[in-house]
């Protein structure tokens, strides 16, 4: 199963969006329709709301009279807290019940949440890919007043009461523009659906890491947010089974040409712990692969972290998760707290950023490499092997001199 959330600012055009997933084959749980069936005549949120703001909020049949509640709730923050903690939990939790009913009745579905307030609620964290709809102020102030009856006072105020476009990007893997036409926006939600959505769910299906471009590009501005966004999530899928979580490898070094992917590590304490999470981390878009070790790099030292014998073969285990996003290839790589081959990937972009010569030394190999023609990931990183083996010495070496510690 594939969770999408997908969101945007009142007046975006989230909703259409939402729909073209819906032709297309996505089971959508709207948040807007969930927010107003828990506050229809008779139910407990509609009680609540009456007792926390007046009979005014009611129409004349008992119904929720939406505007003049608006009028009220968005009038300061306070108001707006106590209506967010009276409609939240049951949203939540009607949503729960239809994501659990459509696990039941479809097999592999792709199900895509419809959440107004994601970001606000801090729910970006909890898919494994975040769609936002976006259009400026001025737009949406316009398609509120033109097609949904609001005051421009109104627009503006619930506007204001959402979260900030910056805000919005930090959690955006995908950024859908609809500064355009109806029609514009659906083409580029179906050509979403085509090209990354279905894939990243076949892949979720047959536990097929997505293929990173076998060649290495100049440093991308994106990388470290979208870094941010994959540490958030783990931090999310992992909990407190993990002690930290680290953006690592060539991407996390500023200014180093790299092969697009993201290198995470996830430290645990031992390796029964990495396997428990195999169930959770599929479920945040990542699958187990079969590499269980990586090349051990003896060099003499006697201990590494509190643990002895450093070229002990059983200390340089791990597990590798790799996402199915076709769109943001990512290895995650969990080993245990101490172990050498976590203290060294640690070790080696703080060591790198501290030394611009050690830095230039691995670019210069890593092109020649490159142009050798090794063309997947494994024989990329076996060619690479033997020079590993001698800058993990020197990496030592300086951490001996400048007393390094993970930070």
């Known amino acids: 199963m594939l969770r999408i959330g997908l969101t945007g600012g009142i007046g975006a055009g989230k909703s259409t969006v939402s729909a073209t997933f819906s032709e297309l084959g996505a089971i959508v749980v709207d948040g807007d329709v969930i927010a107003r069936e828990v506050v229809q005549p008779g139910t407990d949120g509609l009680a609540n709301l009456v007792e926390a703001f007046g009979d005014g909020i009611l129409l004349p049949d008992g119904a929720l009279n939406r505007p003049a509640l608006a009028a009220i709730a968005f009038s300061d923050d306070e108001k707006r807290a106590t209506l967010n903690g009276i409609v939240h939990p049951l949203v939540a939790h009607r949503r729960s019940e239809l994501i659990e009913r459509a696990r039941d009745d479809e097999r592999n579905p792709v199900i895509v949440e419809d959440i107004p307030l994601l970001v606000e ?34 627009a503006r105020a619930r506007i204001n009461a959402q979260a900030t476009e910056d805000q919005r990007r930090a959690v955006a893997d995908v950024w859908l523009d609809n500064s355009g036409s109806a029609g514009e926006l659906v083409e580029k939600a179906r050509a979403l659906w085509h090209e990354r959505i279905q894939p990243f769910a076949h892949n979720l299906q047959t536990g097929t890491p997505a293929q990173p471009e076998p060649r290495l590009v100049p440093p991308d501005p994106l990388w ?36 697009d992917v993201i290198d995470i590590q996830v430290t645990v304490a031992s390796l029964e712990i990495a396997d428990e999470l195999t ?50 290839p990512t290895n995650v790589h969990l080993r245990v707290s101490g172990w050498p081959g976590q203290q060294f990937a640690l070790l080696f972009v703080d060591w790198l950023i501290a030394s611009p010569g050690a830095q230039s030394d691995y670019l210069a190999m890593k092109r020649r490499v490159a142009a050798q023609g090794h063309g997947s990931t494994g024989a990329y990183a076996d060619a690479k092997e033997p020079w590993f083996i001698d800058a993990y010495r020197r990496a030592w070496e300086w951490a001996d001199t400048t007393g390094w510690r993970p930070r």
Do not use: N
């Open 279 to 328: 169930d959770a981390l599929l479920a945040a878009g990542y699958v187990r692969t079969p590499i269980t070790h990586d090349v051990g790099k003896p060099d003499g030292r006697s201990t590494v972290g509190e643990f002895d014998h450093v070229d002990d073969e059983s200390l340089w285990h791990k597990r590798l998760y790799c996402s199915a996003d076709p769109a943001r």
């Open 224 to 259: 470290p947010a979208q870094a941010d966004r994959i540490l958030a999530r783990l931090r999310t899928t992992c909990g407190h089974r993990t002690s930290r979580i680290d953006h690592i490898g060539s991407t996390a070094i500023p200014g180093m040409d790299a092969k």
């Open 121 to 154: 609620s801090q729910m970006a964290p909890m898919f494994p890919l975040v769609v936002v709809v976006h259009a400026d102020v001025e737009t949406r102030v316009r398609r509120l007043i033109e097609h949904r009856g609001f005051s421009e006072d109104d």
